[in-house]
């Protein structure tokens, strides 16, 4: 009968082998692991991608569509911590730097995650009903709101908290809660689904920044996750050249 011989590791061969095993980890999370939203300040080649387009349709918007060359279109999800995170920490410097003076259009569309339904529908809804009774500025201080006292993660608001921030955005109060309460903007909503598929967007909060074409579409890239003001500033100027 043939003794069985075990051949004894090497140091080496264990080292190599501990290598190999964090390099397969790393792979496999990052080819498995979904990514839906992200606070990191990361901004490199992974959360970019170059070379796509998306139009800003008719969603609200701050700024001047016929002076900026720059736009920058979020897609984002009121009951996500991490857009509330972006609105609260990055957005009005962009707004200050960028939008007030003519140089870029701040867009936003709406991309409910399944996870924080019915919520985040009913918030778009009634977010789009103050633009529709009033205007694009009254839309942002209606998202502002809706940020501010969320529970978020599919927490919601309730409609009489909903009624009463649409009033201090300046809506009328009967005709908001009848707009409120046909949901007429469901269709709205699942075309910015749509869009967000049709660039490879599928987290909150992501966002689409290039070139304003007079055609309203947007040419660029993808940033992806709350980003510090530092990465949009980085692509905005990019694209003013």
Same mark, same amino acid.
């Given at each position: 009968?043939?003794?069985?011989?075990?051949?004894?590791?090497?140091?080496?061969?264990?080292?190599?082998?501990?290598?190999?095993?964090?390099?397969?980890?790393?792979?496999?999370?990052?080819?498995?692991?979904?990514?839906?939203?992200?606070?990191? *300040?990361?901004?490199?080649?992974?959360?970019?991608?170059?070379?796509?387009?998306?139009?800003?349709?008719?969603?609200?918007?701050?700024?001047?569509?016929?002076?900026?060359?720059?736009?920058?279109?979020?897609?984002?999800?009121?009951?996500?911590?991490?857009?509330?995170?972006?609105?609260?920490?990055?957005?009005?410097?962009?707004?200050?730097?960028?939008?007030?003076?003519?140089?870029?259009?701040?867009?936003?569309?709406?991309?409910?995650?399944?996870?924080?339904?019915?919520?985040?529908?009913?918030?778009?809804?009634?977010?789009?009903?103050?633009?529709?009774?009033?205007?694009?500025?009254?839309?942002?201080?209606?998202?502002?709101?809706?940020?501010?006292?969320?529970?978020?993660?599919?927490?919601?608001?309730?409609?009489?908290?909903?009624?009463?921030?649409?009033?201090?955005?300046?809506?009328?109060? *009967?005709?908001?809660?009848?707009?409120?309460?046909?949901?007429?903007?469901?269709?709205?909503?699942?075309?910015?689904?749509?869009?967000?598929?049709?660039?490879?967007?599928?987290?909150?909060? *992501?966002?689409?920044?290039?070139?304003?074409?007079?055609?309203?579409?947007?040419?660029?890239?993808?940033?992806?996750?709350?980003?510090?003001? *530092?990465?949009?500033?980085?692509?905005?100027?990019?694209?003013?050249?």
């Amino acid at each position: 009968m043939a003794k069985i011989q075990i051949k004894k590791m090497q140091p080496a061969d264990v080292l190599i082998g501990l290598i190999l095993g964090i390099i397969l980890t790393v792979v496999a999370i990052k080819f498995v692991v979904p990514h839906i939203g992200s606070s990191t *300040s990361d901004n490199n080649s992974d959360s970019i991608a170059q070379g796509l387009a998306t139009t800003i349709a008719d969603a609200p918007y701050l700024g001047n569509k016929d002076k900026a060359k720059v736009a920058i279109v979020e897609f984002s999800d009121f009951e996500c911590p991490y857009c509330q995170t972006f609105f609260n920490d990055t957005f009005d410097q962009i707004v200050k730097n960028y939008v007030d003076n003519n140089k870029v259009i701040f867009v936003y569309r709406n991309l409910p995650l399944a996870f924080h339904e019915p919520a985040a529908t009913k918030e778009a809804n009634a977010a789009l009903c103050v633009k529709n009774l009033k205007d694009n500025s009254a839309y942002f201080e209606m998202a502002r709101l809706i940020y501010n006292n969320s529970g978020l993660n599919g927490k919601g608001i309730s409609n009489d908290d909903l009624i009463k921030f649409a009033k201090q955005a300046g809506a009328d109060q *009967s005709k908001f809660e009848e707009c409120l309460n046909s949901n007429q903007y469901n269709e709205t909503v699942q075309k910015d689904v749509d869009a967000a598929g049709q660039v490879g967007i599928s987290g909150t909060p *992501s966002f689409v920044v290039g070139k304003l074409g007079s055609d309203s579409t947007v040419k660029g890239e993808t940033l992806i996750g709350a980003q510090p003001f *530092s990465a949009f500033e980085e692509a905005i100027n990019k694209y003013l050249k």
